[in-house]
């Protein structure tokens, strides 16, 4: 019990982080194939309550600081144009969430970004869970099973801190600051690019 505690706290951590923090999948990967999990499926559901706490952690803490203390008025006006699009298009919303919750890509951006909108959280965090409680299954029990036949070094795990890692979190920090740039009534309505000033 103790164990899933600190696994609790690393992956809660790790979904707080808005950069620089590895993907959850690769530290349930390190885990399970590094320490005996007696019962994998209580492994999920700690990881995935870490992880939904954590993100939505994350999106409360950009609309607190970044929103509401770093825009200014003409930047959370342009945001709140998405907003009430969003809004008005929930379903198509829920399925984009959903499907991209489905892949290993990294969605500290997506809960920043959306913290931003200020839209209601459980929106995103309900195709969220459903997404990750998927794909977290695969990660572990896959793990589970590799650990039976095969010794992965440690090393081998961190490869992922190169820099290529390094190149993509830039590019999400570019990204978080692209998207408050773009004017989304123009991008919207007349499906042209443009950037505010």
């Known amino acids: ?20 923090a590895p993907p959850t999948w690769m530290i349930l990967s390190f885990i399970t194939l590094n320490y005996p999990i007696s019962n994998l499926f209580l492994f999920v559901v700690v990881a995935l309550a870490a992880a939904t706490l954590g993100r939505i952690c994350l999106a409360l803490l950009s609309r ?3 929103r509401k203390r ?24 829920f399925s984009v ?6 892949t290993p890509f990294p969605t ?3 809960f920043m970004a959306y913290g ?13 869970m459903i997404g990750r409680a998927v794909s977290y299954s695969f990660w572990i029990y896959a793990s589970a099973e590799i ?22 979190q830039l590019l999400i920090i570019f990204g978080l600051y692209l998207f408050t740039k773009i004017h989304w009534k123009d991008l919207i309505e007349n499906k042209k690019l443009k950037l505010i000033k």
């Open 97 to 102: 969430f959903l499907i991209f919750a489905f």
């Open 108 to 110: 500290n951006y997506l």
């Open 147 to 168: 650990s039976k036949t095969i010794v992965i070094k440690s090393s081998q795990l961190y490869s992922f801190s190169s820099i290529y890692f390094v190149v993509t």
């Open 1 to 20: 019990m103790y164990d899933l505690l600190i696994a609790f706290v690393v992956i809660f951590l790790d979904n707080i982080a808005p950069v620089f």
């Open 116 to 128: 931003l909108t200020n839209l209601k959280l459980i929106r995103l965090v309900i195709p969220f």
């Open 64 to 66: 607190t600081i970044i």
């Open 70 to 93: 770093l825009l200014g008025k003409s930047a959370i006006k342009n945001i709140d144009y998405l907003k009430i699009y969003v809004e008005k298009h929930k379903k198509i919303s």
